[in-house]
């Protein structure tokens, strides 16, 4: 498997993730049963899973009033996209000494 297979891999199922734990809470909340903490949410979003969290915040109206999750989660999209834009434009040497 190359790289870049197991990059795109990676990134489907985190933001697979993303998408289900924005259901899963939001299934809980209504439940009033324990609950999957902010942090879990901005952590999963962090390591790559904005874009799911986000489809998933508003597939499930859930966190759309917390003002840290509607303008964060775009912020962290944002830098993750800056970020790899900054990396493909990178100049990129191999150097034999």
């Known amino acids: 498997m190359d790289v870049i297979t197991m990059l795109l891999s990676?990134?489907?199922?985190?933001?697979?993730?993303?998408f289900a734990l924005m259901g899963i809470d939001k299934?809980?909340?209504k439940?009033?049963?324990f609950r999957i903490p902010e942090a879990t949410?901005?952590?999963?979003a962090i390591i790559g899973g904005s874009i799911g969290s986000i489809i998933g915040m508003y597939t499930f109206r859930h966190k759309t009033r917390h003002r840290a999750f509607v303008y964060g989660m775009p912020f962290i999209l944002i830098v993750q996209i800056a970020l790899l834009i900054a990396l493909f434009n990178a100049p990129f040497e191999i150097s034999i000494i």
């Open 31 to 33: 439940k009033r049963a």
């Open 41 to 44: 949410l901005f952590i999963v």
């Open 10 to 18: 990676y990134f489907a199922a985190i933001n697979l993730i993303g």
């Open 27 to 29: 299934y809980k909340a």
